[in-house]
């Protein structure tokens, strides 16, 4: 059974989680979250100075573009 189910409360949860993720993926984290709820398009990485669609942007297409990006809510139904 993994650490993470079971009767934890939500902020143990999130506790554990931020355990398992990198300082690196918690700023992306934080920069996308920011992105969406300013519904923007999209956001530069802080790493790779490349620009990334948000989840927002996306449900704005309305379906995966099959270029496998980091936050389709498609479940990449579309790469190849």
Do not use: W
Request: contains cysteine.
């Amino acid at each position: 059974e993994s650490e993470l189910q079971g009767s934890a409360s939500s902020c143990d949860l999130v506790a554990k989680l931020q355990e398992k993720i990198t300082e690196e993926e918690m700023i992306i984290h934080r920069k996308h979250e920011e992105a969406c709820q300013a519904k923007e398009q999209m956001y530069v990485d802080p790493s790779s100075g490349y620009k990334v669609f948000t989840e927002y942007a996306h449900l704005q297409r309305g379906k995966c573009c099959g270029s496998a990006c980091r936050h389709c809510p498609y479940g990449h139904v579309n790469v190849k």
